[in-house]
């Protein structure tokens, strides 16, 4: 088992960068793919980034590509999630969770622990 605890969320404006983190307990880290989710108020949760094992791989939502990076520390047992050029949309709780099949998925059935979630909210 693993436990999640996400950390670095917060206000920023429209245009800002804000780097959220996920720590992670037990020594079976590496041995999890990780992801990035997130929920906004009245919607559905949604796949955001993921990341393999090693961090050699990662898979984005379209709507992320170029501005969010997903890495990982697997000695510190970390994964990140980097957001440039925030949106007032990209307001949400972001959570961080952790699987551990081969292939990097963006259903969130195929991740068996999840972190509280940290608030991002994106001022216009």
């Known amino acids: 088992q693993v436990q999640l605890v996400e950390s670095g969320g917060g206000l920023v404006q429209a245009g800002g960068s804000l780097r959220v983190s996920c720590a992670a307990s037990g020594r079976t880290f590496g041995s999890y793919a990780m992801g990035w989710f997130r929920q906004a108020p009245g919607k559905e949760r949604e796949f955001v980034a993921s990341?393999?094992?090693?961090?050699?791989?990662?898979y984005y939502a379209d709507f992320v590509k170029g501005r969010f990076t997903i890495s990982r520390d697997n000695a510190k047992y970390a994964v990140f999630l980097q957001m440039n050029t925030l949106k007032p949309e990209d307001t949400a709780v972001y959570s961080c969770?952790?699987?551990?099949?081969?292939?990097?998925?963006?259903?969130?059935?195929?991740?068996?622990?999840w972190g509280q979630g940290t608030q991002v909210t994106v001022s216009s």
């Open positions: 990341i393999s094992r090693s961090g050699g791989n990662t």
């Open positions: 969770a952790a699987s551990s099949r081969f292939t990097l998925s963006g259903d969130p059935s195929h991740y068996a622990y």
